[in-house]
């Protein structure tokens, strides 16, 4: 498995799993919309999560919700560049842009962007060409349909061969685009056309994807496979956000994206001991 993230600037050890902070700035977001649309909040909030130990602050302009909206180009740059700028004169993190358009990618790339994070992949006209001139890691994730409709009827004919196929075309398709293979990293999708069933298969199952021998990024922080099975509102949702994110670590995902960074890191650290120990213990 793949160690170490090399960014532009700066690399990132992953031979432990790293935590990405979520940053929202959208007004629509479902459990923190439009707290921290004012920059001052935000950096706030940045500051807080390096405190808890983040890796990567992950800022996202377009709600990708079940049902969400379309934003349009002007509305994402306006509300995402500012906050990167910000973020990137003030700390130093690595900063993971959550989007699909490929002018917010090179605008942001530009403004020292150091990781992509899409949603959809790269499938958006110019995105495969406008990543290939540069040499920022890319992120790419698994959605079935889109947004507005993907929860209404999500099928496959066996979910983990499905994904890993798609994981497959995308790669294919960014080594023919001149993206090299180790600035990738994959990511299920958790929630992206997915029944509750579906997100807890591929969570027992995540293991599997690391057939392709690149970092695991895994996001089901707060999300619906959470709320709808215990039946808690966003808030309420953190004692199961941590448990899935635990179970993801152990199964080799790398990277995890989250809003509560303290206690994901506080309990990862308990995954790590336990883990080590265990390792000691069989050297014996
Ligand atoms: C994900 C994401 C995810 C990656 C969102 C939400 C919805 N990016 N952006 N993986 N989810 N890579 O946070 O509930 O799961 S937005």
Redesign the pocket.
């Known amino acids: 498995m793949q160690q170490l993230l090399s960014c532009p600037n700066k690399s990132l050890d992953l031979s432990t799993s790293q935590v990405m902070g979520?940053l929202n700035v959208t007004p629509d977001?479902?459990s923190d919309g439009g707290k921290f649309i004012q920059l001052d909040n935000a950096l706030k909030q940045v500051e807080q999560m390096l405190e808890d130990g983040v890796s990567i602050i992950?800022i996202?302009g377009e709600?990708?919700?079940p049902g969400a909206a379309n934003v349009s180009e002007t509305d994402e740059l306006t509300r995402v560049i500012p906050v990167l700028k910000a973020i990137k004169q003030r700390f130093d993190v690595l900063v993971s842009i959550?989007t699909s358009k490929a002018v917010v990618m090179s605008t942001a790339i530009e403004q020292g962007a150091d990781i992509i994070?899409d949603?959809r992949a790269l499938q958006n006209d110019d995105c495969l060409g406008i990543l290939a001139q540069t040499n920022v890691p890319v992120?790419l994730?698994h959605m079935q349909g889109l947004p507005r409709t993907m929860q209404q009827q999500p099928s496959y004919n066996n979910i983990i061969e499905d994904i890993k196929l798609f994981f497959q075309q995308r790669i294919d398709a960014c080594e023919q685009a001149g993206i090299k293979r180790q600035r990738l990293i994959l990511?299920v999708?958790?929630?992206?056309g997915k029944t509750l069933a579906q997100n807890y298969q591929l969570l027992a199952e995540l293991s599997q994807f690391q057939c392709f021998n690149l970092p695991l990024?895994?996001?089901?922080?707060?999300?619906s496979m959470i709320g709808d099975l215990l039946n808690q509102q966003a808030e309420r949702r953190l004692a199961g956000s941590l448990t899935t994110a635990i179970i993801a670590a152990q199964q080799g995902a790398q990277i995890l994206?989250v809003h509560d960074v303290k206690e994901t890191v506080d309990a990862l650290k308990v995954l790590q001991a336990t883990m080590q120990s265990s390792l000691l213990s069989e050297e014996k």
């Open positions: 979520i977001s479902f992950d996202g709600s990708t919700r959550d994070n949603v992120c994730m990511d999708g958790f929630g992206f990024l895994s996001g089901t922080s707060r999300k994206r």
